[in-house]
């Protein structure tokens, strides 16, 4: 009887068997990176020209983004984050988020900045009065082919226009009018750099110690970049003793007050 090769490897077939099935994985896998690295070049990110909004008491920055996929993948959690700072100072920040763009499709959002004025400007009143350029962190972050995570950091600046630039007042001017009467006046003067108009209220009230002698207001209506200059004027009874005249002024986007008067 014919007995066969005691010497015949049995594991010589399994091992054939891994060995191919490795290298099919492999090829499997390099051409799974090369699609993705393919997809990867095929996506492209433009970003619009920012543009300045005010709904009530929010000024809104909004930044156009289109995104367009023309890889073999769908992308997902697309987030874009901005960090707004000046001076090393985080002021505020903002993330959108589009959970799915799918391949061979585009899309087009706006990555919108919301800040309320009247709290950022009474914790921030520098930027009542003084230009600045604001420096911004943007972050864009994605998941493409379900797998691998792609990130994206840069920075971009944005100018800050002051609502109050250049504020100035002059000495109260008293000219008396008749023996119980004086007439005081006031130049105030300024330019809205802000990109959103001024629609409120100049108050200008006298005070006699604690107790308030005379008061004045009038309509302010400042559009965005126009300059604003004006004399108010209230009456003062003669016997009246001065101590102080405060200006205030009240918009949709903030309050601010201070003495432009004080009798030492």
């Given at each position: 009887m014919q007995q066969g090769n005691s010497n015949?490897?049995?594991?010589?077939?399994?091992?054939?068997?891994l060995s191919v099935a490795f290298a099919a994985g492999s090829i499997l896998f390099f051409l799974f990176i090369a699609f993705v690295g393919f997809s990867a070049t095929q996506l492209r990110f433009s970003v619009g020209e920012a543009f300045y909004?005010?709904?009530?008491?929010?000024?809104?920055?909004?930044?156009?983004?289109n995104v367009s996929n023309n890889g073999l993948f769908d992308l997902q959690?697309?987030?874009?984050?901005?960090?707004?700072?000046?001076?090393?100072?985080?002021?505020f920040n903002s993330?959108?988020?589009?959970?799915?763009?799918?391949?061979?499709?585009?899309?087009?959002?706006?990555?919108?900045?919301?800040?309320?004025?009247?709290?950022?400007?009474?914790?921030?009143?520098?930027?009542?009065f003084n230009d600045s350029q604001l420096q911004a962190a943007e972050s864009v972050h994605l998941v493409l082919a379900a797998l691998i995570p792609v990130g994206l950091d840069f920075n971009s600046t944005y100018d800050w226009g002051a609502p109050l630039n250049g504020f100035s007042t002059s000495n109260l001017q008293f000219q008396p009018v008749n023996s119980t009467t004086i007439l005081a006046g006031l130049d105030i003067a300024f330019n809205n750099h802000a990109n959103f108009p001024l629609e409120g209220n100049l108050t200008v009230t006298a005070f006699g110690g604690t107790t308030q002698v005379a008061t004045?207001?009038?309509?302010l209506s400042v559009?965005?970049?126009d300059s604003f200059k004006s004399t108010i004027q209230f009456w003062l009874p003669t016997t009246a003793l001065v101590s102080r005249v405060a200006l205030m002024i009240q918009t949709d986007s903030f309050s601010w007050e201070e003495n432009v008067y004080a009798h030492v």
């Open positions: 015949e490897d049995p594991f010589k077939l399994p091992k054939r068997s909004t005010v709904k009530g008491e929010n000024f809104v920055l909004s930044i156009p983004i959690n697309l987030q874009i984050n901005t960090t707004v700072s000046e001076g090393g100072i985080e002021l993330t959108t988020i589009i959970p799915k763009i799918t391949h061979q499709s585009e899309t087009t959002f706006t990555h919108n900045l919301t800040v309320n004025l009247p709290s950022f400007l009474a914790d921030h009143q520098a930027f009542l004045q207001s009038l309509q559009k965005s970049k």
